[in-house]
């Protein structure tokens, strides 16, 4: 079992920067790869970034690459989301979601295969 807490939600600026954190509870962290997915008002559920349980290989669609940046600590059992030159488009509910494994294509990327799921942080980005 695997409880996630988000955090570092707020208002920023277009352009701006936030790091979001997720801290998860119980010994098995570090055997869960971990994703973030995001969701908008009105919007399908938005699949953001993914890495693997020691860190090694990420993942993320076109729309955040070379703006967001996934990571882990598993010494603080904790996963973070740095992201950059935000834009009103990235405003939504972010979630970090636990999975036992990743794989090549869209795996990644369905939230169904994610066995544990936080309450979600929010980001509002202003023009």
């Known amino acids: 079992q695997v409880q996630l807490v988000e955090s570092g939600g707020g208002l920023v600026q277009a352009g701006d920067s936030l790091r979001l954190s997720c801290a998860a509870s119980?010994?098995?962290?570090?055997?869960?790869?971990m994703g973030w997915f995001r969701q908008a008002p009105g919007k399908e559920r938005e699949f953001v970034a993914a890495?693997?349980?020691?860190?090694?290989?990420?993942y993320y669609p076109d729309s955040v690459k070379g703006r967001f940046t996934i990571s882990r600590d598993n010494a603080k059992n904790t996963v973070y989301l740095q992201m950059n030159s935000l834009k009103p488009d990235d405003t939504a509910l972010y979630y970090c979601?636990?999975?036992?494994?990743?794989?090549?294509?869209?795996?990644?990327?369905?939230?169904?295969?994610?066995?544990?799921w936080g309450q979600g942080t929010q980001v509002t980005v202003s023009s």
């Open positions: 890495i693997t349980w020691n860190g090694g290989v990420t």
């Open positions: 979601a636990a999975t036992p494994t990743l794989r090549s294509g869209a795996y990644n990327s369905m939230g169904r295969n994610y066995n544990y």
């Open positions: 119980g010994r098995t962290f570090s055997s869960y790869a």
